[in-house]
């Protein structure tokens, strides 16, 4: 092998493991934007959640009736 070809593999190996490395980032950032949208959703549900707790708080504070039986 002449030092052409060595450097042209050498090359092609750098080039084959950048497109590697480009396809892994996009799709790690593919899995951090789901991942993100999810975390959006879940926040904005419990975000609904404290607020339907918060409104019926002020129902539980006040005492219940005694049953029928007493």
């Not at 549900?45 to 049953?67: D, I, S, V």
């Amino acid at each position: 092998m002449t030092p052409i070809d060595t450097n042209a593999e050498r090359l092609q190996a750098v080039e084959i493991r950048l497109a590697h490395q480009d396809k892994m980032i996009a799709d790690l950032n593919d899995v951090i934007t789901a991942q993100w949208r999810k975390i959006d959703m879940l926040e904005r549900h419990l975000g609904r959640l404290r607020e339907e707790l918060q409104t019926l708080e002020p129902q539980r504070q006040t005492p219940e009736p005694p049953p029928p039986h007493y």
